[in-house]
């Protein structure tokens, strides 16, 4: 285990009962990490199988500096802190930011709470951290769910604000499916997906599956990518599985996290061949939603993702999950099954001049672009342009 210590100078006196250090080959597979973890008030994206595939696989593709702070005991070694940190430069400047490489939905520091008084006692541990975060323009810290005060107190000046999307997590609870579809879907919507299901069984024999072997993921997933390639080439956008690394990625997590429970791939098979896939990891009694592909080729007018969704829906229910996450993306879908909007926020902390002009660029060009959608909505909403849209 290799160290990044802090200089002799910036200790003091209330500190010597930490050892603060950047770890580069920290394991994250280790049962230490996967304990405090656990104790932890994170989230499945700080899951030990997940951050070291995405430190081990990813971050070398990605040409990323992965930058893993830990905070020990100076006695003993007990681990108290995780930041799972990642060093990038763009446009000139060097950014700090949670190691989520664009594939994590909700971020944040890994402590167990009953260790905090321990921390937060400790003065000077602010500026230790950040000095070994050199060098550094700007400290970004996004997808955050509410205020955590040890995290204010190691970037205090940091400056947050509410980001542009949103996070959309259905609670269900101690739910049967019967009722609670009963319950949460209006009666118009679940009457169209009923229609949908009888003109899918027109087609052949609809199987919806829990898929758990390697050989059956691997064959799901190259249908998955293909699915969404389709898709995403019909909205002229980018697709993330794209990318031979992060395609390589989410199935790897897929493998191992059907063998240990941390992870689900459901494949909706029509006659034998699959017609739509969804995957998402599971963190207690929580299963998070990230991926989700179907046939539009041959499939296009029997809304399969919406089935899909349903029917993982209904899985979770019955697997006994108290939250069903559809995690970030503003879609109108996920309202009608019954989610919540939860917001989520950002902050940024500059750590020189050029970075404090970098925080100013990013907080004109997020507000800017959040009025922007704002008058869009309310552009489509009113009734000239919504005639005109039903024309398209």
Same mark, same amino acid.
């Given at each position: 285990?290799?160290?990044?210590?802090?200089? $002799? !100078?910036?200790?003091?006196?209330?500190?010597?009962?930490?050892?603060?250090?950047?770890?580069?080959?920290?394991?994250?597979?280790?049962?230490?990490?996967?304990?405090?973890?656990?104790?932890? *008030?994170?989230?499945?994206?700080?899951?030990?199988?997940? #951050?070291?595939?995405?430190?081990? /696989?990813?971050?070398?593709?990605?040409?990323?500096?992965?930058?893993?702070?830990?905070?020990? *005991?100076?006695?003993?070694?007990?681990?108290?802190?995780?930041?799972?940190? =990642?060093?990038?430069?763009?446009?000139?400047?060097? @950014?700090?930011?949670?190691?989520?490489?664009?594939?994590?939905?909700?971020?944040?520091?890994?402590?167990?709470?009953?260790?905090?008084?321990? #921390?937060?006692?400790?003065?000077?541990?602010?500026? $230790?951290?950040?000095?070994?975060?050199?060098?550094?323009?700007?400290?970004?810290?996004?997808?955050?769910?509410?205020?955590?005060?040890?995290?204010?107190?190691?970037?205090?000046?940091?400056?947050?604000?509410?980001?542009?999307?949103?996070?959309?997590?259905?609670?269900? &609870?101690?739910?049967?499916?019967? /009722?609670?579809?009963?319950?949460?879907?209006?009666?118009? +919507?679940? $009457?169209?997906?009923?229609?949908?299901?009888?003109?899918?069984?027109?087609?052949?024999?609809?199987?919806?599956?829990?898929?758990?072997?390697?050989?059956?993921?691997? $064959?799901?997933?190259?249908?998955?990518?293909?699915?969404? =390639?389709?898709?995403?080439?019909?909205?002229?956008? @980018?697709?993330?599985?794209?990318?031979?690394?992060?395609?390589?990625?989410?199935?790897?997590?897929?493998?191992?996290?059907?063998?240990?429970?941390?992870?689900?791939?459901?494949?909706?098979?029509?006659?034998?061949?699959?017609?739509?896939?969804?995957?998402?990891?599971?963190?207690?009694?929580? +299963?998070?939603?990230?991926?989700?592909?179907?046939?539009?080729?041959?499939?296009?007018?029997?809304?399969?993702?919406?089935?899909?969704?349903? %029917?993982?829906?209904?899985?979770?229910?019955? !697997?006994? %999950?108290?939250?069903?996450?559809?995690?970030? &993306? %503003?879609?109108?879908?996920?309202?009608?099954?019954? !989610?919540?909007?939860?917001?989520?926020?950002?902050?940024?902390?500059? *750590?020189?001049?050029?970075?404090?002009?970098?925080?100013?660029?990013? /907080?004109? =060009?997020?507000?800017?672009?959040?009025?922007?959608?704002?008058?869009?909505?309310? !552009?489509?909403?009113?009734?000239?342009? =919504?005639?005109?849209?039903? @024309?398209?």
């Amino acid at each position: 285990m290799s160290f990044v210590l802090m200089p $002799r !100078a910036v200790r003091s006196a209330d500190v010597d009962l930490l050892e603060v250090a950047i770890e580069p080959h920290f394991d994250f597979a280790s049962h230490e990490y996967r304990s405090i973890h656990q104790k932890s *008030q994170t989230t499945a994206f700080q899951a030990g199988g997940w #951050l070291d595939t995405l430190h081990r /696989e990813l971050a070398p593709a990605l040409a990323v500096e992965p930058i893993t702070v830990t905070v020990r *005991q100076r006695s003993g070694g007990r681990l108290l802190l995780v930041l799972p940190l =990642a060093r990038s430069r763009r446009n000139g400047l060097v @950014h700090v930011e949670f190691a989520d490489f664009g594939l994590c939905d909700y971020l944040g520091p890994v402590y167990d709470p009953v260790d905090a008084p321990l #921390l937060v006692a400790s003065a000077a541990l602010p500026a $230790r951290i950040v000095a070994l975060l050199a060098p550094c323009d700007v400290v970004s810290l996004r997808k955050l769910v509410g205020d955590d005060p040890f995290l204010e107190r190691l970037f205090p000046r940091a400056r947050r604000a509410r980001m542009r999307v949103s996070a959309y997590p259905v609670r269900i &609870g101690s739910s049967i499916w019967a /009722e609670w579809r009963s319950a949460k879907l209006n009666s118009g +919507f679940r $009457r169209d997906l009923d229609v949908k299901r009888r003109r899918i069984a027109k087609r052949g024999t609809a199987a919806f599956v829990l898929v758990e072997g390697r050989n059956e993921i691997v $064959r799901v997933f190259d249908a998955l990518r293909r699915f969404r =390639a389709q898709r995403f080439e019909e909205r002229g956008v @980018h697709d993330v599985l794209e990318n031979e690394a992060i395609f390589s990625f989410y199935r790897r997590i897929a493998v191992d996290g059907a063998q240990e429970g941390t992870a689900r791939t459901f494949c909706l098979y029509l006659s034998g061949e699959p017609i739509a896939v969804m995957f998402g990891v599971v963190h207690r009694r929580t +299963f998070s939603l990230l991926l989700v592909g179907f046939d539009l080729v041959r499939y296009r007018r029997l809304s399969l993702g919406l089935l899909a969704i349903e %029917d993982t829906l209904r899985a979770s229910i019955e !697997a006994g %999950d108290s939250i069903y996450d559809f995690t970030i &993306g %503003d879609y109108p879908y996920k309202l009608q099954f019954g !989610a919540q909007s939860m917001p989520l926020y950002e902050w940024h902390a500059a *750590q020189t001049i050029r970075g404090y002009l970098a925080v100013l660029c990013i /907080e004109v =060009a997020r507000e800017t672009k959040r009025v922007l959608k704002f008058l869009i909505k309310g !552009a489509l909403r009113s009734p000239s342009v =919504a005639t005109a849209a039903s @024309h398209w």
